[in-house]
Structure formats: structure tokens, C-alpha cells
């Protein structure tokens, strides 16, 4: 894969004529009005004041690990610490995309703040897959989200499945949200081998050289916290909460977003112009102030999808536009709240599991 293929996230250009019968662009007249009316200008004031918050609790959380000492008490500070880290991963996906600032190199420093030091998880590798996922959502042969794994996600990928594999894709609905709690873990293994094995062929060895050290710092600066102020067996019980609850955050957070959507097949969808590529795929999630907190406004997912660029905040004030935009093409606009959201998505992959149940 070529190094630009690891750049910083940036705003898709879309398909200039595909999408409309006679010729142009269905997404052209939405994204003038949106630029129009400003919503692509950065809100670094906003983001400022976001990072700070995030900050302060940070250091009150350590603060309070240390004056609590060796207690089982501290045990309560693990839950909120997972919440600091999952709003760490919010920014760092955010600066990912150039939402916090059109400077690359400020937007790089943020990201491998937040999520090498911060999160442990690796900035490169992130990219990488997240670019992937955004040319082509849901894509099965092209987005790494959807690619058989642990998880299938369409009854082709059922077949060949043996042994512990078999088992988990025939319950993998029931076994999602505790499969979740692995993901915080999951992103530092990941990151870690991207940096570490010399696998990645196309990552330049001086950002292998400030991940590796800045990764190396996360664990050390993470256990040396634990192992000071906890005993061994509250310092392993400690981060088996920690990390479970940012996993199942995180998992909560992308779950609704693809999930039981259209998955374009594999030569039609090469013909659907960037708006449906994006919206066809993407679901969105209803709800108020609390929702797009708890969610880090991927419960905009179809703005998101649209415009990567766009900071968070804007995302609630585009939906309007948007949704009015696909009624008028009549292009499906999917909207649902939170509950109903993760019913859809364990049910598709109920549904995809199907096949191994029935041949059990």
C-alpha cells in the first residue's frame, strides 16, 4: 500500500458525474449550501475547550488514584477513567479527519497525543483502515470493517467457518456487546504489531520511531500508575474494568453506525455516485444533547460519512440540510433511536448466522 494511503483523513472527493440519470452530481448542490452557510470552517475554540475538560478529569482521576493509595476503593475510578479515554478516541478520530484544523501538522500532533500517548492505540494504523472504510463503506471486498474476522457480516463469509469460529458466528448476536469489552485491548494489540513488526512496509520509519516510543510511553506511564498506587491484585482488576467498560464505550459508539445497512455489491456499487456510497450505508441515531455526547456525534453518521471534514458540532446543524436533500432525490435517509439502533444491528447479524444454526 502506498504512503498516501496512511495521510491524515481527509474529506473524500466525490464522484463529479455518477448518481444522477442526465449527468452531474446529486451531492454537488448540497455541499455549496453547506459550505454556504459555514459549516466546513473549523471550531479549534470548541475543541480547545473540549481537550481541556478532558484533561482536568484526567489528571483529577490520577490524582485521586494516588491519594486513595492501595484501596479497593480506587476501583471506582476505573469506570470514569474509561470514559476519559473514550472521549480521548473521539478527538483523536476527529483530528484524524482535519475537524479540529485545516494544519496537517498541528492535526497529526493532536492525534498522536490522543491516541498513542493517551490511548495506546497507533495513529498510522488507525488511518490506514479508517481511509479504507470511508472510500468504500460497507464495501465487503474493500472496507477492512466488514472483512471476516472474529465477526461476519453476510452469510458468504459463513462458509468454510470451523471450530471456535463456527461457534461464535452462530451466536455472534448474543455475543457482540461481550465481545466489545475486548476492543480497547484489541486497538492497542493492533497498533502495536502495525509499529512493531515491520509489517507495514508503507509507513516511513521515522513515524514508526515516535509511535514506538510514544506507544512504549502509554504502557509504561499506564502501569507505572497502577503498580504505585495499587496493589498486583487490585492493579490487574483495576485494568480488566478499565479497559472492558473503553471497549464496550467504543463498541456502543460504532455498533449502531453500518451495521444491517445496504452493503453495495461488489460491481453495482462501483457505479453509485458519493452520496449514496454514503448515505445508502450509513444510519443515523436520534437523540439530544446526551446522545451525541455519550456517542461523539457518530450518531451523525451520514453527515459524518458525507463531509469527514466537518467538526462535530456542525454535524447536528448539516442534518436538516442533508435529510432534506436525500427526500428531495429520494434517496432512503435512515434515522432511529439508540435502542432501536442495536436491535437492527445484532438482528442482521442474527440473520447472518443463520446458516450455521440451521446446519447444526
Request: glycine share 10%; net charge positive; charged share 15%.
Amino acid at each position: 500500500m502506498p504512503p498516501a494511503a496512511i495521510a491524515p483523513l481527509a474529506e473524500p472527493i466525490p464522484d463529479p458525474v455518477a448518481g444522477r440519470a442526465g449527468g452531474g452530481s446529486d451531492f454537488a448542490p448540497l455541499l455549496r449550501t453547506v459550505r454556504e452557510q459555514g459549516l466546513l470552517e473549523r471550531r479549534v475554540a470548541w475543541y480547545a475547550r473540549g481537550i481541556t475538560v478532558n484533561v482536568l478529569f484526567l489528571g483529577a482521576i490520577v490524582t485521586g488514584m494516588v491519594l486513595l493509595g492501595p484501596s479497593w476503593w480506587t476501583l471506582l475510578l476505573a469506570p470514569p477513567l474509561a470514559v476519559v479515554s473514550g472521549r480521548m478516541a473521539f478527538v483523536a478520530h476527529d483530528a484524524g479527519h482535519a475537524q479540529i484544523t485545516a494544519d496537517r501538522g498541528k492535526g497529526r500532533l493532536i492525534q498522536l497525543v490522543h491516541a498513542d500517548l493517551l490511548l495506546g492505540m497507533s495513529q498510522e494504523w488507525w488511518n490506514d483502515k479508517h481511509n479504507r472504510h470511508h472510500a468504500n463503506p460497507n464495501h465487503i471486498d474493500k472496507d477492512p470493517d466488514v472483512a471476516a474476522d472474529i465477526l461476519v457480516f453476510t452469510q458468504h463469509q459463513t462458509a468454510g467457518r470451523s471450530g471456535l469460529r463456527r461457534w461464535l458466528t452462530r451466536h455472534q448476536a448474543w455475543l457482540f456487546f461481550p465481545l466489545t469489552t475486548l476492543e480497547g485491548i484489541a486497538l492497542k494489540v493492533y497498533g502495536f504489531r502495525a509499529v512493531f513488526s515491520g509489517q507495514d512496509d508503507a509507513m516511513p520509519a521515522r513515524k514508526r520511531v515516535v509511535e514506538g516510543l510514544l506507544l512504549t510511553a502509554h504502557v509504561a506511564a499506564y502501569l507505572t500508575l497502577l503498580l504505585t498506587t495499587l496493589s498486583l491484585g487490585q492493579a490487574i482488576v483495576f485494568a480488566l474494568i478499565n479497559q472492558m467498560l473503553l471497549g464496550l464505550h467504543l463498541g456502543m459508539a460504532f455498533a449502531p453506525n453500518h451495521k444491517g445497512m445496504e452493503m453495495p455489491d461488489p460491481e453495482d456499487g462501483e457505479n453509485w455516485g458519493h452520496l449514496r456510497r454514503q448515505v445508502l450505508t450509513s444510519r443515523n441515531v436520534r437523540g439530544g444533547l446526551l446522545t451525541d455526547w455519550f456517542l461523539g456525534g457518530l450518531n451523525y453518521q451520514i453527515e459524518h460519512h458525507l463531509f469527514p471534514s466537518m467538526p462535530r458540532p456542525h454535524l447536528r446543524l448539516a442534518q436538516p440540510l442533508v435529510r432534506a436533500h436525500c427526500l428531495a432525490l429520494g434517496v432512503p435517509y435512515t434515522e432511529t433511536g439508540l435502542i432501536e439502533s442495536y436491535r437492527q444491528a445484532l438482528a442482521h447479524m442474527h440473520y447472518v448466522g443463520e446458516p450455521l444454526r440451521a446446519g447444526a
